[in-house]
């Protein structure tokens, strides 16, 4: 009979660990949106179904206050403490830039399965699409209002 070490046995766990879980974290990142700067022709086809009314601004505020200003910041400006370190920072929200398109078809599809290379993961397993949708219209108010025209 062989006596198996603690170590050995540890590394057999880990070996197991890295074979089961490494296929499903391989679908999540297939998944996720590619880096850099681009649009989602089919994303940016969905409409949103919510209306961005108080009521839907202030779940989405609930929600952005719990999952997102810990690296977006408490004003969406991207200079939360958590994402000090992610390389690239989180997004400011309150530009112009859309990164990976700007409607809300497109942001609601970022957010509901995040961005390559990037400290953003998505949201889709954790949070009802209804809620994703009150998200975005909260976003909606922290970017630069239209100007009106004279």
């Known amino acids: 009979m062989r006596v198996v070490s603690s170590r050995m046995a540890g590394m057999a766990c880990a070996a197991a660990v890295i ?6 974290a391989f679908v999540l990142l297939a998944a996720q949106h590619e880096p850099g ?10 409409k949103n179904p919510v ?3 108080a009521a839907s601004v202030a779940a989405g505020r609930k929600l952005y206050d719990a999952q997102c200003a810990s ?16 390389k690239p920072a989180p997004s400011d929200f ?5 990164k990976h398109g700007s409607s809300d078809g497109e ?11 990037t400290g953003m993961r998505g949201y889709g397993g954790r949070v009802a699409p209804q809620d ?5 219209n909260y976003l909606r108010t922290l970017g630069p209002k239209p100007r009106s025209s004279l």
């Open 132 to 136: 994703i949708w009150h998200l975005v």
């Open 107 to 117: 942001i609601f599809t970022l957010i509901r399965e995040g961005a390559k290379q």
């Open 19 to 24: 074979v089961f879980a490494a296929p499903q």
């Open 71 to 86: 690296c977006h910041g408490a004003a969406g400006k991207g200079d939360g403490k958590g994402g000090a370190q992610l």
């Open 37 to 46: 700067a681009h649009t989602h022709r089919d994303a940016a086809k969905l």
């Open 94 to 98: 309150t530009d112009a830039s859309w």
């Open 51 to 53: 209306p961005a009314n």
